[in-house]
Each structure stands twice: as C-alpha cells, then as structure tokens.
C-alpha cells in the first residue's frame, strides 16, 4: 500500500525518537512490500522560533491532507515564560482539534521483564493490561479561559466544559474496545462534586444499560488515581475527561516501567490518526542520545493498526518490541545502557 506520513518531531527528544520510529517503518515498508512516504512540518517551540506561533495554518492543512501524523513532543525552557502569549503546546492542542481526534488511546501493559523496574510492588503488577480512553478535544482543555480584574483583585478562569454528544460518543467508543477486550468499562469521573461529571455518569448509565454484557462501573477519579497503584490489574477500560485522563497515563506509565514506553493513539471519525508517545519533550536529557524510544515506536504501531489497517504488520512490531525487552534491551529509563539507536537496533534485530 501506499500512505503519507506527516511527521512532527517537535522539540528536545521530539526528533531523536521520530527518527527512530521512521527507521523502523521503512524496515517494515520495504519488507511488506508498501511504500511510506513522509513530509515533516514545525509545530510547537521550533514553529514558534520559525514562525512566531506553534502551528501554522499551513502546517495544519499538510496535517490534514494525510493518512496519518506521527508526533514526538513539544515544548520546553526555552519558551516556558508564564507571561509567553505563544506556547509550544498550544500546537498540540490545535493539532488535535483541527484533526478532530477525539478519542486518545493510551495502552499500559506491564512485560514481565520489565516488573523490576516499576516502584510498584510486583505482586501488583501480573497480569496489568489497562486501556485508558481519554476524551482529547474537549473538557478543561477547550472551555471558556478569561481573567478579570475585580477590585485590585485578578479573577482566573478554565472551564470545563462539554457536551453530551461530545461524551457520548467518548463513552460508545470504550465500550466498543471493551467489546473486544475483557469486557468491563470503568468510567472515571468526580461526580460528587461536578456536574460535568454527573452527566457524564447519567451518559454512561444509559449506555451501560443498553449493553448490559459489558460491566460498568464508575469511580471517582481520586479512587482511581489510588487503585491504579494500588490494585492495576483490576481495570481494562477506564474512560474519562481530557485532564483527569492526563495525569492519570503518566501515574499508569510507572506500571510499565517508564514514561518513555507509553504509546497514544488520537482518533476521531474519519481523517488522519494522530500518534504520538504520552511523554514529553524531556528537556533534562534532550541532546543526549539517551531517550527511550520504545513509547514512539509502539505508536508507529498503533498508525499501523488504526490508519493503514496493517495488523498483522502492527502486530509483528509490537511483539519485536516485547522480544527486545525480554532479551534485555534497556535504555537508561529503563536502568540499562543502551542508546535510542541502540534500542532501535534490538527492536529490529528482534523484527527479524
Ligand atoms: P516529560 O514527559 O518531558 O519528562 C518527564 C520525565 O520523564 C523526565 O525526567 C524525562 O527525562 C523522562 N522521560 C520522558 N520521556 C522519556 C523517554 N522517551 N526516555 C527516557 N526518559 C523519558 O515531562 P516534563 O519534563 O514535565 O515536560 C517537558 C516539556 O514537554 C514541557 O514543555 C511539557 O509541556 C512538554 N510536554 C509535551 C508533550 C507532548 O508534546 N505531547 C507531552 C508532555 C509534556
Ligand atoms: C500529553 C501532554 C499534553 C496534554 C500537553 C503537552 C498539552 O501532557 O500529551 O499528555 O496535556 O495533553
Ligand atoms: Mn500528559
């Protein structure tokens, strides 16, 4: 088959771990006999640099026009100013809007090889296998911002908002996944105290009732950022809002070992998927050849699966991946030594 790539390296470690997911796309292009060709446009602090904002209209079009964006990260010091009008990640967010990508899927299994270097007590760990659905273009992330002065005193809003369409269709995607899963939703919201959650709870029942083969059950997000550590293995799809899905997938990273190994796929109903790993643009050790560049790799899997529809090709590359591992491939991340390059290596070797 034939598909265009937009590849978005970004910032820091962005481009060292891009590069390292093309190498290994071209190995399974040429193999498969496909043809990938790729375009690479700015977003983010080196658009800013370039451009003065971090994503230009341009950018976004050649995003657009697509089969799929595979993204490293963005951001950094340079352009951390709280007083910045343009930031980095303000890319990320009109990237995932203009696609439309909805739904981010976050997978975090636990290699048994790996279960030593989790904080996490092993016993915990077996059998880890959690699919976080998070909502990716609404929420905290996209509703109404402002700051008003009220007698010498600076009034600061970010509201979450959304609507019921909005969540509904969130809430249908996880359990369709369940579907093909263990069959069990845990929808994630703070319903004791917001009404944003309240509906989304009421939605959520509703849905659970019409496909009562699926286990629903709703937790506050408070339990669930304990019972992820606590007790990993009792999720398989846990679904919830933009932010809270956020700072749950870097604490569910901590099960997988790293932050360098989570991979995210952001999908909506048609269009380019976006793929990109959940870490960001690690500033402390961009430049050093270091990175893990396993969480980008997967995500190159996961493009594979969801946009060109190569299973078996997605498959191959996610199971190289655990081979790798097993045989003792580590990044620093990962308490090992071997380079990003390196890392990439024992992937393909173990490719085959
Ligand atoms: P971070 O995810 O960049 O780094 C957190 C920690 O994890 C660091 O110690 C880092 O070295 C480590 N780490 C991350 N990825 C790694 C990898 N592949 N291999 C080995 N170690 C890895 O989070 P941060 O430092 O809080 O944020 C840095 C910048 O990245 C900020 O500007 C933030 O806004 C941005 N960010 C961007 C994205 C994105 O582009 N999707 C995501 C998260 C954060
Ligand atoms: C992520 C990141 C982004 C987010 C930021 C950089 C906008 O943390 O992809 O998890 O919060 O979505
Ligand atoms: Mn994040």
């Not at 088959?1 to 292009?29: C, H, Q, T, Y």
């Amino acid at each position: 088959m034939n598909a265009k790539i937009v590849l978005i390296p970004g910032d820091g470690i962005g481009p060292e771990v891009v590069s390292e997911a093309v190498r290994v796309l071209d190995v399974i292009a040429s193999r498969g006999g496909h043809t990938f060709s790729y375009e690479s446009i700015l977003m983010g602090g080196c658009s800013i640099d370039a451009h003065g904002t971090a994503l230009t209209d341009e950018a976004l079009a050649i995003a657009r026009a697509s089969d799929a964006v595979l993204l490293g990260a963005v951001g950094g010091p340079k352009w951390d100013d709280p007083k910045a009008k343009v930031r980095p990640e303000q890319g990320i967010l009109a990237l995932r809007k203009g696609l439309g990508v909805f739904a981010n899927l976050r997978p975090a299994k636990v290699h048994p090889a790996l279960i030593d270097a989790s904080p996490i007590k092993p016993d915990r760990l077996a059998g880890v296998d959690v699919l976080v659905l998070r909502e990716l273009t609404g929420g905290l992330y996209f509703g109404y911002k402002g700051r008003e002065v009220v007698d010498g005193r600076t009034k600061v809003v970010d509201a979450l908002e959304y609507w019921d369409d909005e969540i509904r269709r969130i809430l249908e995607l996880a359990f369709k996944l369940a579907r093909g899963r263990r069959k069990k939703v845990t929808s994630v919201d703070k319903a004791n105290i917001l009404d944003s959650s309240r509906m989304w709870r009421q939605i959520a029942t509703e849905i659970g009732q019409a496909q009562p083969d699926i286990a629903l059950e709703h937790m506050l997000v408070d339990t669930a950022a304990m019972r992820l550590v606590t007790s990993p293995a009792h999720f398989d799809v846990l679904v919830t809002e933009n932010m809270f899905g956020d700072i749950l997938t870097d604490e569910a990273s901590v099960l997988a070992g790293s932050m360098g190994m989570l991979p995210s796929a952001s999908l909506g109903d048609g269009g380019p998927g976006l793929y990109e790993p959940i870490h960001g643009s690690a500033p402390d050790i961009a430049g050093k050849g270091i990175a893990n560049p396993v969480g980008t790799i997967l995500s190159a899997a996961l493009l594979l699966r969801y946009s060109l529809g190569l299973e078996a090709e997605a498959a191959a590359l996610e199971a190289a991946v655990d081979a790798a591992i097993s045989a003792g491939a580590r990044t620093k991340d990962l308490g090992g030594t071997l380079s990003t390059t390196q890392m990439t290596e024992r992937v393909l070797t173990a490719l085959g």
